[in-house]
């Protein structure tokens, strides 16, 4: 199995150049990535229906004869269609194809096939358009459904897997040892890929897929666990003293207790004389909770100590943005800082790599810059990195080995419920900010319909005319169309119909970081009134003058992810306003926008998004700067999730470097899953 990782995926049978390149983009090059990519759903083909039965407007099988062979039909330029008609014997079902003209060839009159689609038309006249079939002979009871893209569809993959699985020795050399097996009645990994694609029946599939999941959150925890056990290796750094009551009075503010019992957890972890082990904690806090103060007082702390402390943040805006803050923070405190992005002129950038190295800067704020092979520091003591899902485990690494076994601290401004963040973060001990700083204003949440977003716009109008601005997010696009074109079109309507006197300016996901780091500087320094945008936006950007949000279509968003664009405004004390547009109808939707208008308590909201949606709204595609799953659910899976954690325990409890011959096959996996950020300590 092992091996198939390394074979080109075009080395398949029917796999060329140019298939090939749309696998790619699917994210499978090779034969064992194509084993691994599960599909999405099954269509059930075992119980055709009669033509006379089959409902309307849902996929179902039907079995028929066909009547005539496909008759082709030009209705106008670039679009044909070829017709047939079959039967069960008992009625009549007519077929429509488009520009599809291997059709003519495919349905052979008199032939048997099972057909599988939606049917539309009437009761006297049922149709089906561009349905799936098989022969009768060579129809699948089950018919896996794969993520498809434009010139590669599911039918296609689905042959593709059969020629792969053609392809697995006899005997595959299970990664899973055999009591490991054996205790959680998990079948052999032959038979799971065998029924995860092609299932004799959907209880085999069920069968394959818990052995699946627990083998993929079984390789995840090992690797997430062997992490956490690398990090134990003692500190070279000496326990230290904690300044950060001195820090304290440095503050125009009082600090909540929740910062307070962070920095405090924080500096229990670098002050012990007894667990030597580097500091490896997550800060996790609501928007507006506070977390750049944590990490301020645990910088102060460190550079009391003699040491030198980094900080990391995704963006060149929000890393000016920290940079600006603390120095204001530690002003005549005689701490030297430092500001390194990609921005920095080269001249520039030489002579603060310098200080680095001699000592003289002592707190280097700056972006992934900071990971480049020139950067050296003279005794890195403290790594922090902000916005975690933006950093794969493998870039805090990254710098966390320009100091010799340093202090590390995660910020997330996302709120994830603490029984899924204890399992997700592996590697990492927990801090939460649960409680915002005194004087912040709660931000106003109004659902309304589209009818009155006429009014909505005049409320925006009557704020920009006092010279505040706005920001206006644009709905989810499909995955076809261009969300440029959305946010493009949403923008100059804007401007033609609404705010001709206003500067409008656009932000989405086609933007090079440069545009996108120019547009929100504009923005920030108040020379745009409203930014339209996609969900691209920012995550923690201030712009105290910002005091409205409208964001279209709101039903398409996960609550989570709605909580964290509602952050966008309420950065300042002027009172802030969320207007949330929606003419969805279905109940779950209408609850949704419910919860996020009566709280603004982020883990109440993640708690309430897990129970409706899943973990989607948390991880999206990138599963929060993990390894991606490719079957396993953080939220459907939770009790599976335990059992994997608790058996990673067990085998890294007798083998913590998966060195026995029997644990080659984990090492292995370990390594595969997380060589998206390049396999990093995985060796």
Known sequence: MASLFEQDIQTLKGVG????????????????????????????????????????????????????????????????????????????????????PYILNALSEGKEYIFYGKVTGTLLRKEMSVPEFYPIASAPSICPVYRQTEGLSSRMISNAVKNALALLPDQIKDPLPHDIRMQYQLCELGYALEQIHFPDRMESMEIAKKRLVFEELFTLQLGLLQLKYRKKQDTSLPPFIDYSKEFFHLLPFHPTNAQKRAIA????????????????????????????????????????????????????ILAQQHYTSISNMLKNTGISIGLLTGSVTPAKKRKLIEQLQNGSIQLVIGTHALISDAVAFQNLGLVIT?????????????????????????????????TLALIIYGDLDISILDELPPGRQKIETYAISSRKRPRALQYIRTHLDEGKQAYIICPLVEEST????????????????????????????????????????????????????????????????????????????GLSQLHQLRGRVGRGNMKS???????????????????????????????????LRGPGDFFGEKQHGLPDLKIANMAEDMEVLKEAQSAARYILANDPKLALPEHRGLKGQVKLLFSVFGGQGFH
């Open 17 to 100: 150049e140019k298939r090939a390149k749309l696998f790619h983009k699917l994210g499978v090059f090779s034969v064992g990535a194509l084993l691994r990519y599960y599909p999405r759903s099954y269509e059930d083909w075992s119980q055709p229906f009669t033509i006379e039965q089959a409902p309307f407007g849902t996929p179902c099988a039907i079995r028929a004869v066909v009547l005539h062979q496909p008759v082709e039909t030009r209705i106008r330029k670039g679009m044909t269609l070829y017709k047939t008609s079959v039967t069960d014997g008992m009625r009549d079902l007519h077929l429509t194809f488009f520009n599809n």
């Open 265 to 316: 957890e924080a500096m229990g972890d670098m002050t012990s004389t007894q667990n030597r082990s580097p500091m490896s904690r997550l800060v996790q806090g609501d928007v507006g909770s506070g977390k750049t103060a944590v990490a301020a007082a645990l910088c102060y702390s460190v550079i009391k100590n003699g040491v030198q402390a980094a900080l990391m943040a995704p963006t060149e």
């Open 386 to 418: 902000d916005e975690q899902h933006r950093f794969g485990v493998a870039q805090r690494s990254l710098l966390a080995e320009k100091g010799n076994h340093p202090h590390m601290l995660v910020m997330s401004a996302t709120p994830i419920p603490r």
């Open 482 to 557: 261009n969300d440029m074109a959305s946010v493009e079109q949403y923008a100059a309507a804007l401007q033609t119909e609404t705010f001709p006197d206003k500067v409008i300016g656009t932000l989405h996901g086609k933007m090079k970081p440069k545009e996108k780091d120019a547009v929100m500087t504009a923005f920030a320094n108040g020379e745009i009134d409203v930014l339209v945008s996609t969900t691209v936006v920012e995550v923690g950007v201030d712009v105290p003058n910002a005091v409205i949000i409208l964001i279209e279509n709101a039903e398409r968003y």
């Open 577 to 611: 306003t969320c207007i949330l547009v929606s003419d969805a109808q279905n109940e779950e939707a209408i609850a949704r926008l419910k919860i996020l208008c009566s709280t603004s308590d982020g883990f109440r909201i993640a708690d309430e998004d897990l129970r």
